[in-house]
């Protein structure tokens, strides 16, 4: 009888951990498929040529209504994107690195149209964006050496297709290491 129990507490042990880490990695990663709604596709997505698209992408830069993450922002945290220590890494921003943190990803500006052949998983950063209801609204994963590319959920024309421009690579370093220092 002692043996089924041992077995039964191993069993649930290795459970517990699968667990941990399979959510820890679904946490940190894409492995979801997001909803664009009909009307964005239209706007942005129904080109045949990239230059209609890009000019699609500028018609729309500054505007209310796609500005990233599209809703208020009560907090902003910054996750190093770490194997099981993503969540312990946490570090709330002050209110004014959260203003500037959504002003640099609203200003096109900081973005250049290069292709992004990246997986979220090679970012060192996570961005997560919440409302007053504690609510997740906004994912950012930032990929700094040797990529400068940039994935948001949810989508927005400023940011291109998430390549960070000269200006924006050394902007957003420089925000980060404030943050880090905060």
């Known amino acids: 009888m002692k043996t089924i129990w041992k077995i039964l507490l191993i069993v649930f042990i290795i459970i517990i951990i699968g667990f941990i880490i399979v959510s820890d990695v679904f946490d940190r990663g894409q492995y979801y498929s997001t909803f664009t709604p009909k009307e964005e596709m239209i706007e942005f997505y129904m080109y045949k040529t990239t230059e209609e698209q890009e000019k699609a992408f500028e018609k729309n ?12 922002v009560a907090e902003v945290k910054l996750f190093k994107n770490r194997f099981l220590l993503s969540r312990l890494t946490s570090k709330t921003l002050s209110k004014s690195s959260k203003s500037e943190v959504i002003a640099f990803f609203n200003n096109p500006i900081n973005f250049n149209w290069g292709e992004t052949t990246w997986e979220v998983i090679e970012s060192e950063y996570i961005l997560r964006f919440y409302n007053k209801e504690d609510k997740e609204i906004g994912k950012i994963w930032l990929c ?6 940039t994935k948001s959920i949810p989508f927005s024309p400023n940011m291109k297709y998430g390549g960070l421009s000269e200006t924006g690579k050394k902007g957003i370093e420089k925000i980060i290491n ?3 220092t905060e």
Do not use: A, H, S, T
């Not at 830069?61 to 208020?72: I, L, Q, S, V």
């Not at 700094?144 to 590319?149: A, N, P, Q, R, V």
């Open 61 to 72: 830069f500054g505007n209310e209504k796609y500005n990233f993450p599209r809703e208020e």
């Open 144 to 149: 700094l050496e040797d990529c400068g590319m």
């Open 178 to 180: 404030k943050i880090l």
